[in-house]
């Protein structure tokens, strides 16, 4: 009797050491500014809420921002792991102005309805495909950036969803490869106005979802690596401190893997480009009455693991 429930346990003993090692591993890779500081360099938050190894400062050769490193693959993430085993110097939090993780990405590729529990909330059918929109990358701003409100707009509604970002460049990607092509995970806050996406311009979702500053992201690029499982975190949105949207990632129709085959088989992937995964129930409009942003409003989008970012509406 005591054989197999040895074998069990070190069985058991040899997974978590496993999967310690993974989270080890993981990096929270991050762009940011200082005013010391010429552009964007790229860094390393030593934790969440942590602060910031300047990895450009540990190799002067690395580039400056995310989408080129990605391009390098392994050959820049080595050197990144090394700089966070090295034990650099750390720069204060309160130094630095942390902007998106990535910028200026190839295309960001947006998810509709893809919570079961969002779309029980609107008492609609569950999609049997991904429905896919975008937004432009214009609208992307750093994780403490300001919401700016358009004057086109009076229904912009907030969304926290989880983001993934393509390291691998790749078309018709299989399912059981797509984890090969995934760099990392962040929050996202997909800001939307929903006079115009569900009244004007053709009921076209797109006009009403990519107004300047209307993508926050951050705080860091998680690598997958130190996700146990990106399909099963506790994701929530606040409004003025008031919890407006709580629910998990488990609730996704489809998964990480699932839309990077599925958006593959249309266009090539590049290292950079953003997928955002869709919003769990909670969202302004479905609210009786709806409720909408207004200026001097907060938003927090955080995600088990990933981090907090905070937009203070203008």
Same mark, same amino acid.
């Given at each position: 009797?005591?054989?197999?429930?040895?074998?069990?346990?070190?069985?058991?003993?040899?997974?978590?050491?496993? +999967?310690?090692?993974?989270?080890?591993?993981?990096?929270?890779?991050?762009?940011?500014?200082?005013?010391?500081?010429?552009?964007?360099?790229?860094?390393?938050?030593?934790?969440?809420? /942590?602060?910031?190894?300047?990895?450009?400062?540990?190799?002067?050769?690395?580039?400056?921002?995310?989408?080129?490193?990605?391009?390098?693959?392994?050959?820049?993430?080595?050197? &990144? =792991?090394?700089?966070?085993?090295? =034990?650099?110097?750390?720069?204060?939090?309160?130094? +630095?102005?942390?902007?998106?993780?990535?910028?200026?990405?190839?295309?960001? +590729?947006?998810?509709?309805? $893809?919570?079961?529990?969002?779309?029980?909330?609107?008492?609609?059918?569950?999609?049997?495909?991904?429905?896919?929109?975008?937004?432009?990358?214009?609208?992307?701003?750093?994780?403490?950036?300001?919401?700016?409100?358009?004057? @086109?707009?009076?229904?912009?509604?907030?969304?926290?969803?989880?983001?993934?970002?393509?390291?691998?460049?790749?078309?018709?990607?299989?399912?059981?490869?797509?984890?090969?092509?995934?760099?990392?995970?962040?929050? &996202?806050?997909?800001?939307?106005?929903?006079?115009?996406?569900?009244?004007?311009?053709?009921?076209?979702?797109?006009?009403?979802? #990519?107004?300047?500053?209307?993508?926050?992201?951050?705080? &860091?690029?998680?690598?997958?690596?130190?996700?146990?499982?990106?399909?099963?975190?506790?994701?929530?949105?606040?409004?003025?401190?008031?919890? *407006?949207?709580?629910?998990?990632?488990?609730?996704?129709?489809?998964? #990480?893997?699932?839309?990077?085959?599925?958006?593959?088989?249309?266009?090539?992937?590049?290292?950079?480009?953003?997928?955002?995964?869709?919003?769990?129930?909670?969202?302004?409009?479905?609210?009786?009455?709806?409720?909408?942003?207004?200026?001097?409003?907060?938003?927090?989008? @955080?995600?088990?693991?990933? /981090? #907090?970012?905070? $937009?203070?509406? *203008?």
């Amino acid at each position: 009797m005591l054989v197999p429930v040895s074998r069990t346990l070190f069985t058991a003993l040899l997974q978590n050491h496993k +999967v310690l090692y993974q989270i080890s591993r993981g990096m929270r890779l991050v762009q940011f500014q200082t005013p010391h500081l010429k552009g964007p360099h790229l860094g390393l938050e030593e934790k969440d809420g /942590g602060g910031v190894i300047d990895l450009n400062a540990f190799d002067p050769s690395l580039p400056k921002t995310m989408r080129e490193f990605l391009e390098q693959g392994e050959t820049t993430l080595s050197v &990144a =792991k090394r700089a966070l085993e090295s =034990k650099q110097p750390v720069l204060k939090r309160s130094e +630095v102005t942390f902007l998106a993780p990535i910028t200026q990405p190839d295309k960001v +590729v947006c998810v509709g309805m $893809n919570y079961v529990d969002h779309c029980k909330e609107q008492n609609v059918p569950v999609p049997t495909e991904p429905i896919i929109f975008s937004k432009f990358s214009s609208s992307i701003v750093g994780p403490y950036d300001d919401v700016v409100l358009p004057p @086109e707009s009076k229904e912009v509604d907030w969304e926290v969803e989880l983001a993934f970002v393509i390291g691998k460049k790749g078309k018709h990607i299989k399912a059981t490869d797509a984890m090969a092509h995934v760099a990392g995970f962040t929050v &996202a806050h997909d800001v939307s106005a929903r006079d115009w996406q569900m009244r004007r311009n053709g009921k076209q979702w797109l006009l009403g979802k #990519t107004f300047d500053t209307f993508c926050p992201l951050g705080p &860091a690029l998680v690598t997958k690596d130190c996700v146990a499982d990106p399909h099963n975190l506790k994701i929530c949105c606040r409004v003025n401190g008031e919890v *407006v949207q709580s629910s998990s990632t488990n609730q996704m129709v489809f998964k #990480t893997e699932d839309l990077i085959a599925w958006v593959s088989q249309f266009v090539t992937l590049y290292p950079g480009d953003v997928f955002l995964t869709g919003t769990p129930p909670g969202v302004g409009v479905f609210r009786k009455p709806p409720v909408f942003l207004k200026k001097g409003d907060e938003v927090q989008c @955080e995600i088990e693991g990933l /981090g #907090t970012i905070i $937009n203070r509406v *203008v």
